[in-house]
């Protein structure tokens, strides 16, 4: 099991584009929550999914969006993109009946808005 | 509002000395408390919890909620020590669940 995949592992966008990024959760997991992570700071909870919906989510505009796929994989999507979206996007994975419900991290995609 | 707090950015230690990062949290309900590492060039990984009490990698970490407190500690630090420690609150909104990270702590133990 490689554990919870992203990709790309690197993006460089321009502000007002839009982007996609990937998850792939690790074996077994039925939950995805991402998160942001800017320099110097922790992650910062984006929003979770299960069961293909949206159940909870941060303080985050609606630019952020988001999907769950039936095989639990997931994207995130932000649109309209300013300098201030330039962050380490990581993904996590967890199974919600799992006994602690531990949260699996992926390595991350960094983006950088230029 | 729920918080957690790194005071201390970076913490720099000799190998063989004792280790304590700090972490308060602010939550009003009974709070689930995490220690996740991140080595370098690795993805981050949980360390421990507070409900397993149990020591990783000679690390532990106590709960005290009357000063609001996880501070996790090492009798003796050792240079594979070296990495960011995030503290880390859940909160849960039904039956899914969210973590709240500090702004981390970075280790260095020198030889």
């Known amino acids: 099991d490689a554990g919870v995949t992203q990709s790309p592992t690197h993006l460089i966008k321009t502000r007002g584009q839009q982007v996609t990024l990937r998850c792939s959760p690790k074996?077994?997991?039925?939950?995805v929550s991402w998160y942001q992570q800017a320099l110097g700071q922790g992650p910062q909870f984006i929003f979770q999914?299960?069961?293909?919906?949206?159940?909870q989510r941060g303080n985050f505009p609606d630019r952020f969006s988001g999907h769950q796929f039936p095989n639990y994989s997931s994207e995130l999507n932000v649109n309209a993109l300013l300098l201030g979206d330039s962050a380490l996007y990581l993904c996590?994975?967890?199974?919600?009946?799992?006994?602690?419900?531990?949260?699996?991290f992926g390595p991350g995609t960094r983006l950088t808005v230029l | 509002a729920q918080r957690v707090t790194q005071p201390e950015k970076l913490l720099s230690v000799f190998k063989g000395a004792p280790v304590e990062l700090k972490c308060n949290y602010s939550?009003?309900?009974?709070?689930?408390l995490f220690w996740y590492v991140q080595y370098s060039r690795q993805r981050l990984q949980l360390l421990l919890r507070?409900?397993s009490r149990e020591s990783i990698k000679g690390f532990t970490a106590d709960l005290n909620k009357g000063e609001t407190s996880f501070h996790l500690k090492k009798p003796f630090a050792q240079e594979e020590d070296s990495a960011m420690y995030y503290c880390?609150?859940?909160?849960?909104?039904?039956?899914?669940?969210?973590?709240?990270f500090g702004t981390g702590t970075l280790l260095a133990v020198q030889p």
């Open positions: 074996s077994g997991h039925d939950t």
């Open positions: 880390a609150l859940r909160f849960y909104g039904g039956a899914t669940n969210k973590l709240i």
């Open positions: 996590a994975s967890s199974f919600i009946g799992g006994a602690g419900n531990e949260q699996f």
């Open positions: 999914y299960y069961e293909e919906e949206e159940r």
């Open positions: 939550y009003s309900g009974s709070p689930e």
């Open positions: 507070h409900i």
